[in-house]
């Protein structure tokens, strides 16, 4: 068993390009991807894009974008090449054509010319009649007279799989045990379209076989399709890989298959794209380790691990084939934990295109921002997402006459009337105008000394001043906020605050 597992592995990731990478893509190319890195063997990114009618032309980017993101590097694959490229399958269109011919000449295969009408009108019979519906293998066994008659008239063909008429196929699912079919419910599939594409089955056999592909890990949807790959495989005199189905991730209702665009469940809304959780600020570190325990588990005692230890670790055969739905609660919560793990410099960095675009503030002038630097470490401990920042900072990225009063009462501390409140906001705009150094610690100090002086609870003493500076009730640690803000910056917020304060209080009073 072990020297099993230890062969280097060479694992495909062979996403279909019709559509933005959602999180089960993203799981099984982590799931290829660590098993490759285990076993010291390679990771391929194929793309399987013989289906021109669902080719949706911004897909590729987005797919590199979002495995680049998770740091997922693939060792062969369209843009880095490869011993066995290419690695796009509709470059190879004359590699399955030369199969497909090779199939043709040894009898496991032949053209097919029914028309869509006749197919149609197959079915319809068989509807009729409360037969199974599918190709009735008409043109399998037609004389070389009536071929080459139908061949010579032009119309278009297909090649079909001349399956065994006999017997069943099994086919080995690592996890799962033995899959397997009825050869007579195989009705002759098709293995090259008409337009000279192969089909899915075709291309996955050829492409498995000849990039040497030792694991297949794909979604549980692929499973049904496992037989039939065997029977192409035995047509050519293959091996398939070892087979993998990855369990499904089950949407948030619990109502089936998760959806691949955002839903919305009970009221709160469940992210599915990768781009999607990207900007709403969740870190690759996060997503690298919530992701990992999606049908497998690192440990169940230990909840956070890196990247290396989960490659150590991971095993193709400790996959949980059961379906589950995403613990969502459980990425946010990671998402916390890794964002308090990053030293303040390198946060500050992954804040700034977030804080440019929420802040509306040129991405190099944050770089250069002595204020940023101070304040990040003050919201570390209190983010879970990167996009949650800029509401707990902007307002020291604005002027003093932004910072404004539309409602004075929230200056007024608990406890206090409006002319007490006033008074304190005077004491301390006293002590801010005189303490030096202009420091956090004696801030603080001198403050709590005030209040005492003046018989108020430090927190009601506080409070006002929190919402002069910043012009809310929440805000990073006070005194630390006043010290970023600076001298002359904070007296003119009090003042402004002190004057809202007494025009209300010369209107109540
Ligand atoms: N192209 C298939 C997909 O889009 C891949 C299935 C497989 O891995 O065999 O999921």
């Avoid at 843009?79 to 004359?94: A, I, K």
């Avoid at 969502?328 to 890794?338: D, H, R, S, T």
């Avoid at 006043?482 to 904070?490: F, K, N, P, T």
Wanted: glycine letters at 8%.
């Amino acid at each position: 068993m072990m020297g099993e597992t230890t062969k280097p592995a060479r694992v495909r990731f062979a996403p279909s390009p019709t559509g933005f990478l959602h999180l089960g893509g993203l799981r099984t190319a982590l799931f290829d991807w660590l098993y490759a890195r285990h076993t010291g063997g390679q990771f391929i990114l194929r793309i399987e894009d013989t289906d021109q009618k669902r080719y949706n032309p911004e897909s590729l980017a987005d797919l590199m974008a979002g495995l680049r993101w998770l740091g997922l590097d693939w060792d062969e694959g369209p843009d880095v090449g490869g011993p066995y490229g290419p690695y796009v399958q509709s470059e190879r269109q004359p590699i399955y054509a030369h199969y497909a011919e090779q199939l043709i000449a040894s009898g496991h295969a032949y053209r097919c010319y029914c028309t869509p009408e006749e197919l149609e009108a197959m079915r319809e019979e068989q509807r009729a009649k409360g037969q199974p519906q599918g190709y009735n293998r008409r043109h399998r066994n037609i004389s070389a007279e009536e071929r080459a008659a139908l061949a010579a008239s032009g119309r278009p063909s297909v090649v079909r799989l001349a399956a065994p008429l006999e017997g069943t196929t099994v086919v080995h699912d690592l996890i799962r045990g033995p899959i397997a079919v009825e050869n007579t419910t195989v009705l002759d599939p098709v293995l090259l379209k008409s337009d000279g594409m192969p089909t899915y089955h075709l291309a996955v056999v050829i492409d498995d076989h000849l990039m040497q592909i030792t694991h297949v890990l794909r979604g549980e949807e692929w499973i049904s399709s496992a037989p039939l790959h065997k029977l192409i495989a035995d047509a050519f005199g293959w091996e398939l890989p070892v087979l993998i189905h990855l369990p499904v991730i089950l949407d948030p209702s619990g109502k089936g298959k998760m959806s691949k665009r955002k839903t919305v469940v009970a009221g709160k809304e469940y992210l599915a794209l990768v781009h999607e959780f990207v900007e709403a600020g969740y870190l690759p570190e996060a997503m690298f380790n919530f992701l990992t325990n999606v049908g497998w588990n690192y440990d169940p005692e230990q909840e956070v691990f890196t990247r290396e230890q989960a490659i150590a670790r991971f095993d193709v055969k400790d996959i949980n084939p059961t379906a589950a739905a995403l613990p969502y609660p459980k990425l946010e919560w990671l998402n916390g934990v890794y964002i308090r793990e990053l030293d303040p410099e390198e946060l500050t960095e992954r804040l700034i295109p977030f804080l440019s675009r929420q802040l509306g503030i040129d991405e190099e002038a944050l770089r250069r921002s002595e204020r940023l630097a101070k304040l990040v470490p003050l919201v570390q401990e209190r983010i879970k997402l990167l996009t949650e920042a800029a509401d707990k900072i902007d307002w020291a990225f604005k002027e003093a006459s932004e910072i404004t009063y539309p409602d004075p009462t929230l200056l007024i501390g608990k406890g206090l009337d409006a002319r007490q409140s006033l008074d304190v906001l005077v004491r301390g705009r006293d002590l801010l105008a005189t303490v030096e150094p202009f420091s956090a610690p004696l801030l603080e100090e001198r403050f709590r000394a005030a209040a005492e002086e003046a018989g108020v609870k430090v927190g009601s003493f506080f409070a006002p001043f929190r919402v002069a500076i910043t012009g809310r009730t929440v805000s990073p640690p006070l005194f630390e906020s006043i010290e970023v803000l600076g001298r002359a910056e904070s007296l003119a917020r009090l003042d402004n605050a002190i004057q809202a304060l007494r025009a209300y209080v010369g209107e109540r009073v």
